[in-house]
C-alpha cells in the first residue's frame, strides 16, 4: 500500500500512526507499507491567509490528483483541513478514532487567554480563532500567524506574538503538549469541524483498499465528524468563514452544537441538534438548515 501525506511534521505523525495501525491490523512489517511525501499548495503559501488563494483545498489538492492518477492508494489529512466538496471519484471511507478536540492557549505573556494585557497579539491563521478570541476580548489583535507547529511555538518564545491558539490533539501527536499554557474549555471555544481526526482518502472505485483500511477506522468519530462536516456543507463554510461544530456521541445518541461568528466576534449564532446517533447527517444538516434561517444577511458572506 502507498500512503500519501504532506510533508510537515505533524502531517508525518499523523500517517506515521495510520501506518502502525494497518501494520497491527493486517500483521505486517510498516516497512511494507510505503510512504509518498507531497507538497501541497497550501504549505508554499506563507504570506497571506488560505481564504486569499482558494481555501480548504489547497492542502488536499495535489494528494487528490495522486489518488485519481494511481500514484498513492490512500491519503491522510487532518479532517478539519478536507473540503466539504470532494471530486466525485473519490470517497473518505471514515476516520481513525478522534484525539483530544480541544484549542490550547499558548503565551509567555499570561496563563490565561483572559489574562492577556490589552491590546495583545494573539497569532493565527485561522479565522475563526480570530473570531473567537475577539468575541471574548474586543481589544485584543489577530495579526495572521502560518507556518507549521514548530514555527508557530517558535514565534511567541521569540515574542513576535504574545500567545497563539493551536489544536490540542496536533501538539499530543508531536510530543509537545507541554507547550500548552492552558487548555480551552469547549463549553467557551467550540473548535473547527473534525478538528482532532485524522480521515482518510481512496478513489471510489477502489474496494480492496477501503477493506484494507475499514479496521482501523472508528465508526463513533466517522458519525461524528459526518454530522459536523455536513453542518459546515450546508452552511456552505470555507476558510472564508468562522463556523465552529462539534457532535459528541455517548449511548448511541448524538449531540451537535455549531455556531457562526462575525468576523470581529462582535455577535454569535448557535444551534443545538441532537438524536440517534444513526442520523448524524441528517442532524448535521438540520442543524445548518435551522441556523441558516436566523442569519442576517450578509454574514457568512463577510
Same mark, same amino acid.
Given at each position: ?8 511534521? *505533524?502531517?508525518?505523525?499523523?500517517? @506515521? ?5 494497518? #501494520? ?5 512489517? /510498516? ?35 495522486? !489518488? ?9 489529512? #487532518? ?6 466538496? $470532494? ?26 487567554? /483572559?489574562? !492577556? ?17 475577539? @468575541? ?7 495579526? !495572521? ?7 508557530? %511555538? ?62 482501523? *477506522?472508528?465508526? /463513533?468519530?466517522?458519525? =461524528? ?9 450546508? *452552511?456552505?463554510? #470555507? ?6 461544530? %462539534?457532535?459528541?456521541? =455517548?449511548?448511541?445518541?448524538?449531540? %451537535?452544537?455549531? $455556531? ?5 466576534? #462582535? ?15 441528517? $442532524?448535521?444538516? =438540520? ?12 454574514? *457568512?458572506?463577510?
Amino acid at each position: 500500500m502507498r500512503i500519501g501525506t504532506r510533508g510537515s511534521p *505533524l502531517a508525518l505523525a499523523q500517517t @506515521h500512526q495510520v501506518r502502525a495501525a494497518l #501494520s497491527h491490523a493486517h500483521g505486517v512489517s /510498516e516497512e511494507a507499507i510505503s510512504v509518498c511525501v507531497i507538497r501541497t499548495t497550501g504549505d508554499a503559501i506563507r504570506d497571506r491567509p488560505l481564504a486569499e488563494a482558494g481555501g480548504k483545498g489547497l492542502f488536499t489538492r495535489e494528494l487528490d490528483l495522486a !489518488l485519481l492518477n494511481d500514484e498513492i492508494d490512500v491519503a491522510v489529512h #487532518s479532517a478539519k483541513d478536507i473540503p466539504t466538496l $470532494i471530486p466525485d471519484d473519490l470517497l473518505i471511507p471514515g476516520f481513525l478514532e478522534r484525539d483530544d478536540v480541544r484549542d490550547c492557549f499558548i503565551s509567555l505573556a499570561a496563563t490565561r487567554l /483572559e489574562d !492577556l494585557p490589552r491590546a495583545a497579539r494573539v497569532g493565527t491563521a485561522s479565522l475563526r480563532r480570530a473570531a473567537q478570541v475577539r @468575541h471574548m476580548r474586543r481589544d485584543l489583535l489577530t495579526p !495572521l500567524l502560518r507556518g507549521n507547529v514548530e514555527t508557530r %511555538l517558535r514565534k511567541v518564545e521569540t515574542s513576535e506574538v504574545d500567545a497563539t491558539l493551536l489544536a490540542l490533539a496536533g501538539l499530543k501527536r508531536l510530543g509537545l503538549e507541554k507547550k500548552a499554557t492552558a487548555i480551552l474549555s469547549t463549553r467557551d471555544f467550540l473548535p473547527a469541524p473534525g478538528q482532532g481526526a485524522i480521515g482518510l482518502m481512496t478513489r471510489a472505485d477502489d474496494q480492496s483498499t477501503q477493506e484494507c483500511i475499514a479496521p482501523i *477506522l472508528h465508526e /463513533e468519530t466517522s458519525l =461524528a465528524v459526518a454530522a459536523e462536516r455536513t453542518f459546515l456543507s450546508v *452552511l456552505d463554510g #470555507s476558510c472564508r468563514t468562522s463556523i465552529a461544530a %462539534l457532535a459528541e456521541i =455517548a449511548n448511541k445518541q448524538v449531540s %451537535l452544537r455549531g $455556531i457562526v461568528l462575525r468576523p470581529d466576534g #462582535s455577535e454569535v449564532f448557535d444551534v443545538q441538534r441532537s438524536g440517534p446517533a444513526a442520523d448524524a447527517i441528517a $442532524i448535521g444538516e =438540520a442543524a445548518g438548515r435551522e441556523l441558516l434561517t436566523r442569519l442576517p444577511a450578509g454574514v *457568512l458572506a463577510a
